[in-house]
Each structure stands twice: as structure tokens, then as C-alpha cells.
């Protein structure tokens, strides 16, 4: 989801942009709504040579996936036999933010990046303050990523997988929480724990809580500013759920250093936050769907869920993100769909998966809930489909978890449950 964002922000800042992806999905097509229609399906040589002969490349951006999926992808294979520039996002990013001198406003930490990103865009758009800015899921109130001529601030949803965060050296960075995650490429939670200190002693300023600052074991310099999570204002948000509260909270206090701006009139401003895609977002009444796909996701997520049920059954469809982040975290699920009336448990969606790792089962993985009788395996079918269906007719707030891209639960239920 970061190179569709950039894709649109290089197009607005005066590049020509071309590109490809391994199948379609409703990113490849959002792409092409917003003016980059030069994309293909297929990342092959003959695709990309035919892209070169008819108009030079000079820099071809790839994500991390390419090389995870591939050690020798082809299209990268042939821009080094073309002596065409080749880098993941992150140094084109530095380019842009170096050619259009723009400071740099990073969010990171293990969940809550993209909605607290969000947030923060929405603050600065309500301001009427210029905004430049790349966010991982679609907007209602801007695309995905702008680049704003005459913005002096870049919004950015700072990635710790492969660890791309820190190539950056924010002027100011948000934390908004840390737990050991991507377990392939931090194989220990030191390993973890030392990439975001690293990338808080790169930050000009910083903002984070108390919490994680106890949990990094960080010093007491000037350019921290440490928050409680049990400050009262903080239910003065009137967003539901409290960890969508702990987020704007986060949000809120990083613009009102960097503008300003009275605490009490961005919390009115963030009372009208309208939501983001596939955070808690509604399909149809009762339906929704959300991004959550790790226990602290899934707890965060059932927290929202269970404020806007108000009393109805929230019935949970699983699907988990990656076989290989379930060896890893298959043990931690325990009690984190506590609050849910069922759990129907589909296979994991694969990606960048380790093939010497044996495919984790729903039944394998459901065998590790405290309570194991609250979940069952289930499949993207039919009898799901009838399944959700009758939990609507009955008036129950049905709620889909998955991390998943293209071919997803997410895409799933869309098609089948269109308004």
C-alpha cells in the first residue's frame, strides 16, 4: 500500500509515472481513477522493455516484496542489464523531500499507523494548512498521496518492515505503539525494540507514551514529549472506541507543537474525523470491515466494535495475514476476541511466505484461544456467505479482520455484499 501512494505523489510533483503489479485488485483500479493508467498486470521482462523502448525509464522504485517473492525478479534483472537506476521507496522519498524542502512528519510503531496518519492529515486539512502526505488506506477527504505545491510539511506513515523507517530523518515522528512484530526481519524483540530507539535518536522531536518509553528504555532528553495515556482529556474525543481516542490524542498533540494550535479546538476539529478505509469501515448496515490482523489489532479493533454494537452480538470473520507471522504469534491470540458472540476462523491469506514453514491450520490456531469454543474454521463460500447473512437478519454486528490485499476477505465481501 506505500508504493500506490507514491506513485500519485510522484505524477503530482512533475514525474512520469509507469508501473506494474503481480495481479489486479481495487488498488491497481484506484490508481487508474486518479490519472496513472499506465500500469500492467505481470511483472515480466517483455512488459517492462516494452514500457523502456517506448519512453526511457530512469528510475525504477520497487517494494520489499519483489525480492522477498524473488530473489532474481525479472524486472529488476532487466533494469540492471539497462543500467537503470534501481532503489526501494524510501530514497526516492528523500529526493522529493529534499528537491521540494519539505520537513518531514513520520508516524511508526507496530499498530495504529495509518488511522493516527490520518489524523493527522485531517487536522492540517481542517486548519487550512497545506499538507503533503502518504497514508496506507483510502480517504474520503483526499487520495491516498498529494504532494501539495507550497507545503512545508510531509506527512508520512513510516513503515518498519524491512526496515524502512529508518532511512528517515524526521523532523518530527509519532509512536504509536510497540510490539514485536515482523519477525522475519527483527528475529528478536531486542532486535525490534533497538530499530525504533535508532529511529527516535533520527527524529527531531518526538511523540510517544509513557508506556513505550518505559517499554525502549529510553533516556529523558528535550526533543520528547511523553505522554499519559490516562489523561482525562483524552475521553473528551468523542470518536468511538478508546484506542481510536489514544491515537487522535497522539495526533492531536504532534499539530498542536507543530502549529500551535489550542489543545481544545483540535479535539473539536478530531470529533469530526470521518474514518478511514478498512478501519472498522461500514460495506452495508451492520457490516464492516477492518485491517486488524495481530492480537493487539484484533483487542483494539474489538474495542471499537463493541462501542458501536451497544449491546448487539458482534460476530467476528477472521482471516489472519501470512502463515509465517502465525508461527510467530500463535500463542499471544489467548483472549483477544474477548467481548465476540462467534469467530468464524479462515485460512491464513498468503504472502511472502517461508516455504520451509509448515501452513498453520484455523483448527491449529484456534486450539491456542483461551476459550477454543468460540471459533470455528470456515471458508470464503456460499455457506459464509448464508452464514453472514442470517447473522445480519438477526441484527447482530458482523465484523471482518483481515490484513489481506488483493483476493482478500476484504475484497471478498465486497463483492458479495454490495449496498
Not at 71 to 95: A, G, M, V, W, Y
Not at 237 to 248: E, S, T, V
Not at 354 to 369: F, G, H, S, V
Request: aromatic content about 10%; some cysteine.
Amino acid at each position: 500500500m506505500a508504493i500506490g501512494p507514491l506513485a500519485l505523489i510522484a505524477k503530482q510533483a512533475g514525474f512520469e509515472v509507469s508501473g506494474s503489479d503481480k495481479q489486479t485488485s481495487s488498488s491497481i483500479s484506484y490508481l487508474r481513477q486518479h490519472g496513472i493508467d499506465n500500469i500492467h498486470i505481470g511483472q515480466r521482462r517483455d512488459q517492462i522493455g516494452a514500457v523502456h523502448k517506448k519512453q526511457p525509464i530512469d528510475w525504477f522504485v520497487y517494494t520489499s516484496a519483489l525480492t522477498i517473492e524473488n530473489p532474481h525478479p525479472p524486472e529488476l534483472e532487466f533494469c540492471k542489464q539497462q543500467s537503470i537506476k534501481t532503489s526501494k521507496r524510501d530514497e526516492f522519498i528523500n529526493l522529493i523531500l529534499d528537491k521540494k524542502q519539505l520537513k518531514l512528519i513520520a508516524i511508526a510503531g507496530t499498530h495504529g499507523k495509518t488511522t493516527t496518519t490520518a489524523m493527522v492529515i485531517w487536522l492540517f486539512t481542517q486548519l487550512k494548512t497545506k499538507i503533503s502526505y502518504s497514508v496506507g488506506a483510502k480517504m474520503n477527504f483526499g487520495t491516498m498521496g498529494l504532494y501539495a505545491p507550497g507545503s512545508k510539511y510531509f506527512v508520512y506513515e513510516a513503515d518498519e518492515f524491512d526496515r524502512n523507517f529508518l532511512a528517515f530523518k524526521p523532523y518530527m515522528s509519532i509512536i504509536t505503539g510497540v510490539t514485536w512484530d515482523h519477525h522475519e526481519i527483527f528475529p528478536t524483540r531486542e532486535d525490534y525494540q533497538l530499530a525504533f530507539q535508532e529511529f527516535i535518536s533520527q527524529s527531531g522531536q518526538t511523540v510517544l507514551w509513557q508506556e513505550d518509553f518505559d517499554y525502549l528504555g529510553l533516556d529523558e532528553p528535550t526533543n520528547l514529549y511523553v505522554q499519559s495515556s490516562d489523561t482525562t482529556l483524552i475521553e473528551n474525543i468523542g470518536l468511538k472506541g478508546r484506542y481510536n481516542r489514544l491515537n487522535a490524542w497522539l495526533a492531536i498533540q504532534a499539530v498542536h507543537h507543530l502549529l500551535n494550535e489550542p489543545l481544545g479546538q483540535l479535539v473539536v476539529h478530531m470529533n469530526h474525523f470521518p474514518g478511514v478505509q478498512r478501519r472498522m469501515e461500514p460495506i452495508r448496515d451492520n457490516l464492516y470491515t477492518d485491517y486488524a490482523h495481530t492480537p493487539e489489532k484484533i483487542t483494539a479493533a474489538m474495542n471499537v466494535a463493541l462501542e458501536i454494537a451497544d449491546g448487539k452480538n458482534v460476530i467476528v470473520i477472521y482471516e489472519p495475514l501470512t502463515n509465517r507471522r502465525q508461527h510467530y504469534m500463535k500463542d499471544n491470540y489467548q483472549d483477544c476476541f474477548k467481548g465476540a458472540a462467534k469467530v468464524y476462523w479462515l485460512p491464513s491469506y498468503l504472502a511472502r511466505e517461508d516455504p520451509k514453514q509448515p501452513i498453520l491450520t484455523p483448527e491449529e490456531l484456534i486450539a491456542r484461544l483461551k476459550d477454543p469454543g468460540l471459533a470455528g474454521p470456515a471458508a470464503m463460500d456460499k455457506k459464509l456467505s448464508d452464514i453472514i447473512r442470517e447473522h445480519l437478519k438477526a441484527g447482530d454486528m458482523v465484523v471482518a479482520m483481515t490484513g489481506g490485499g488483493g483476493q482478500s476477505l476484504d475484497e471478498w465481501l465486497r463483492k458479495e455484499f454490495k449496498r
